[in-house]
């Protein structure tokens, strides 16, 4: 198997749980992914050019690592996976072995834009959506303290504007080549699931949720939400898996209103952190590949980014009083970094996050942006 998107901490639990099944594991990346190379799971970490910076480079270097690894299977878990879609159409190789959807259909669930519609059209719940291409699209739509704005594609909450003022938008980078959407603000708990499909069949999920958050919105901590709420989850899981997505690893955002009723906000194409629940479980690699009925964690635990959980979750305990719940959480939890006969993960993945801070602080950006910026895709080509 091929990991591609080496940084993520989801990757490297695919990965364990790949080895588990008995399957030999290589990572790739075009960040150094210290993480992933301290590892005893993957058997080599190797190194592609940015798909954003060097896009021909970036095409050799996943043509070599066809021919010389022979994978069964290349499975992204970043932002990669459009980078490898739009030329898998006419590289049958890479078309045969990429476990994704179709590029199109990559567009469809990133696009918070053309992911409502698609709900939309599916009788699946959604909050009203706009699209907004200039400024004065919004003097049409309710008042902005009533909706959220964020660009069309993005990723971790990065510039999301919660119920902002109208005095407070002005100057937004909105254009027809950055477009935003504007979406009916629902009050509620967010929520989010992870999801593997194989012919419009869905063969792994899972429902986490968690207060710990960075400011930008990305989680560090995960816990799995009651029977209900995870069983109401998946139903939608399963609606999207079989009508839209059909193929690949996808995660959605919703939120749960007053009622307990799910709205789905966004889509991910992609892994995501609820991977971590599945505790490294074989039986998560076979869902990529098997016929078997449909696998959940059992009974996950609390579990968090070490790194993280003690850089932004223990000031935000202070702020809010809440030392002795982290206390409490960070003994009783479970770190998905380090694992059981591998533990130097933890090494490579506070390297890795100094590296990208200097990035951060070099090129003036958020620490997100800086981890994404060689990899993202915001809608161009085809």
């Not at 399957?23 to 993957?42: E, F, G, I």
């Not at 003097?139 to 005095?167: C, M, Q």
């Not at 958050?213 to 609606?239: C, I, K, M, N, W």
């Not at 933890?346 to 060689?374: E, H, I, N, P, Q």
Request: net charge neutral; charged share 20%; glycine share 6%.
């Amino acid at each position: 198997m091929l990991i591609t998107g080496a940084r993520a901490p989801a990757a490297l639990d695919l990965a364990r749980a790949f080895r588990a099944a008995g399957h030999p594991v290589h990572m790739a990346d075009c960040s150094p992914s210290l993480t992933a190379r301290l590892s005893t799971a993957p058997t080599t970490v190797q190194t592609y050019a940015s798909p954003v910076r060097r896009p021909e480079a970036f095409a050799a270097d996943i043509d070599r690592l066809l021919d010389t690894l022979n994978p069964a299977l290349v499975i992204p878990t970043c932002e990669e996976v459009f980078h490898l879609a739009a030329p898998a159409k006419k590289r049958p190789v890479l078309a045969a072995t990429l476990f994704a959807p179709p590029f199109d259909t990559l567009r469809t669930l990133h696009s918070k834009q053309l992911f409502a519609r698609a709900c939309l059209d599916e009788g699946l719940p959604v909050p009203e959506t706009w699209p907004l291409t200039r400024i004065a699209d919004l003097d049409h739509l309710p008042p902005t303290r009533t909706l959220v704005l964020k660009p069309e594609y993005s990723r971790f909450g990065v510039h999301a504007l919660i119920r902002p003022a109208r005095e407070d938008v002005g100057a937004l980078p909105i254009s027809e080549e950055r477009p935003w959407v504007a979406q009916r603000h629902v009050a509620g708990t967010e929520m989010s699931f992870y999801a593997v499909a194989r012919a419009g069949r869905l063969t792994a999920f899972c429902a986490y949720g968690s207060a710990w958050r960075e400011r930008g919105g990305a989680s560090y901590a995960f816990a799995a939400p009651d029977a209900q709420v995870t069983a109401a989850l998946r139903d939608l899981a399963v609606a999207l898996a079989s009508r839209v997505v059909r193929d690949g690893q996808f995660a959605c955002d919703v939120i749960l209103d007053a009622e307990a009723r799910p709205w789905l906000l966004e889509c991910n194409p992609r892994a995501t952190s609820g991977v971590h629940l599945f505790r490294r479980d074989p039986a998560l690699a076979r869902a990529f590949y098997d016929d078997r009925p449909c696998v959940a964690p059992s009974d996950p635990p609390f579990l968090y980014l070490g790194p993280a959980f003690g850089l932004f979750g223990l000031p935000a305990a202070l702020r809010s009083g809440g030392l002795a719940e982290w206390r409490r959480l960070r003994r009783e939890g479970h770190d998905v970094i380090s694992a059981p006969g591998d533990r130097l993960p933890l090494v490579g993945a506070l390297a890795d996050s100094a590296a990208f801070a200097t990035r951060a602080l070099l090129s003036a950006s958020s620490l997100a942006a800086a981890m994404t910026a060689d990899i993202e895709w915001n809608g161009a080509g085809s």
